[in-house]
């Protein structure tokens, strides 16, 4: 009898088989990983505000530690290195070996260093819009509570000044103050908490006016609770989500103010270092020394952007109509 022989590619076959489907499965996990890591990663940012919040921590981080942060003081004249520009730009540096520093943003038109200021204008901005939202949040916040729980004349007479105030043109009465008080930065804060305070009380007595009908309103009342404790306790911590709202979104709308005025002259005075400073002072040196302006016109989109992006998150996030789920 004959035996029958089995070819070896035959038998050869099965594992290389199996090697070749192991490593194409492996493949196919590390693709769904790789796939699954980047849907994550793209749904992080667009359900949290992490680059907003980045942006704000940076220019605030910036901001407190200036003095240890900064390469020169924000007063120090160099007229060796007037105008020298960014530090990328070496040809200017080579060609004004005097020079023995060296600008990471440029100078000024007087040798003075950008980046330094603009970290102290940082302080300065950003203290001039907190401080003057406070004040105005307060205010106009108070002002919504009033009209909205009290009503009749009250609301009539609150609503009626909200709009006369909001006709009232801002810019003049601004130069005007300049002109008879002098530039300083507590003139510039008043102007801005005056502008702060109108713009959330409709919203504001728009909350009242809907919670004021709840019937845990009503039994407040029957068991012999004051107005102010009504207000104070039951009202004001249903209309908080609203007023913190309103007060991010009030923050970029603040700082172009302060820019605003400090371009026009009519705010903080020329010698302190502010973004609006800084960019009325480069704005006629845009053709041979375009980076004076434009950094500072940078930070200043950086940060209303950011201020504005975290404004629109907190309101989709908080209000049930807009929430995205």
């Known amino acids: 009898m004959t035996e029958k022989t089995v070819p070896n590619d035959i038998s050869q076959s099965e594992p290389i ?188 007595r728009a909350e009242v006016l809907t919670l004021k009908t709840r019937d845990y309103i009503s039994l407040a009342r029957i068991v012999g609770a004051s107005d102010f404790r009504i207000i104070m306790r039951h009202i004001l911590p249903g209309v908080v989500n609203t007023i913190v709202v309103l007060a991010t979104l009030r923050v970029g709308g603040l700082i172009l103010a302060e820019a605003s005025l400090s371009f026009l002259g009519a705010g903080i005075p020329a010698a302190t270092p502010t973004w609006g400073n800084m960019i009325s002072e480069g704005r006629e040196w845009l053709s041979t020394a375009w980076w004076i302006a434009v950094f500072p016109g940078i930070a200043i989109l950086l940060v209303v952007m950011s201020v504005n992006f975290l404004g629109d998150w907190l309101r989709d996030r908080w209000d049930p109509k807009l929430r995205q789920l």
């Open 17 to 204: 088989d199996g090697i070749q489907q192991s490593s194409l499965m492996t493949s196919q996990v590390i693709g769904i990983q790789e796939q699954t890591f980047n849907q994550k990663f793209w749904y992080v940012l667009r359900r949290w505000p992490i680059i907003p919040l980045v942006v704000l921590f940076v220019m605030v981080i910036a901001a407190v530690f200036a003095p240890l942060l900064s390469p020169t003081g924000p007063r120090d004249i160099n007229l060796r290195g007037r105008a020298a520009p960014p530090v990328w730009q070496s040809e200017w540096y080579e060609a004004n070996p005097k020079n023995e520093q060296i600008y990471l943003l440029g100078a000024d038109h007087v040798g003075r260093d950008v980046l330094t200021r603009m970290l102290y204008g940082a302080r300065i901005s950003l203290m001039v819009a907190v401080i003057s939202l406070s004040v105005g949040v307060v205010i106009g916040s108070a002002v919504g509570l009033v009209a909205g729980y009290y009503g009749g004349w009250i609301d009539e007479f609150a609503m009626r000044a909200v709009d006369v105030w909001n006709a009232l043109p801002f810019l003049l009465i601004a130069i005007l103050a300049a002109v008879t008080f002098g530039q300083s930065v507590s003139i510039v804060m008043i102007l801005l908490a005056l502008i702060a305070w109108a713009g959330g009380v409709r919203n504001v």
